[in-house]
């Protein structure tokens, strides 16, 4: 058996659905296909502005959500470097005291 590799990016099924397009239309009349290509389902563009819409909304709220988490996370962080500073304050005035004592006495 042999083994073939295919080229990377390479797809056969596409390669067979071009072949098949081929060979329909080398079996139809000439004219019949040139109509065929010019006709557009234009029913099918009636829902486009719909899904534009749709999209939009999609990615407004995608890119709230993530505003608002970088919000919640900036506070989050905000409040544990307060908490830090009040407790690194506390400290120092603790130590500042038992230094004052010592001098009194």
Same mark, same amino acid.
């Given at each position: 058996? &042999?083994? @073939? !590799?295919?080229?990377?990016?390479?797809?056969?099924? #596409?390669?067979?659905?071009?072949l098949a397009l081929i060979e329909v239309q080398a079996f139809t009349p000439h004219?019949?296909?040139?109509?065929a290509t010019k006709m557009i389902n234009w029913k099918a563009l009636d829902n486009?502005? &719909?899904? @534009? !819409?749709?999209?939009?909304?999609?990615?407004?709220? #995608?890119?709230?959500?993530?505003?608002?988490?970088?919000?919640?996370?900036?506070?989050?962080?905000?409040?544990?470097?307060?908490?830090?500073?009040?407790?690194?304050?506390?400290?120092?005035?603790?130590?500042?005291? &038992?230094?004052?004592?010592?001098?009194?006495?």
């Amino acid at each position: 058996m &042999l083994n @073939f !590799y295919w080229p990377v990016g390479f797809k056969p099924r #596409l390669l067979w659905i071009k072949l098949a397009l081929i060979e329909v239309q080398a079996f139809t009349p000439h004219k019949k296909s040139e109509t065929a290509t010019k006709m557009i389902n234009w029913k099918a563009l009636d829902n486009v502005p &719909l899904l @534009f !819409y749709i999209l939009a909304l999609k990615t407004l709220l #995608l890119c709230l959500g993530f505003a608002g988490v970088k919000i919640y996370q900036s506070r989050k962080e905000d409040e544990a470097l307060k908490k830090q500073q009040a407790e690194r304050r506390r400290l120092a005035q603790q130590s500042q005291e &038992l230094l004052d004592n010592l001098k009194e006495d």
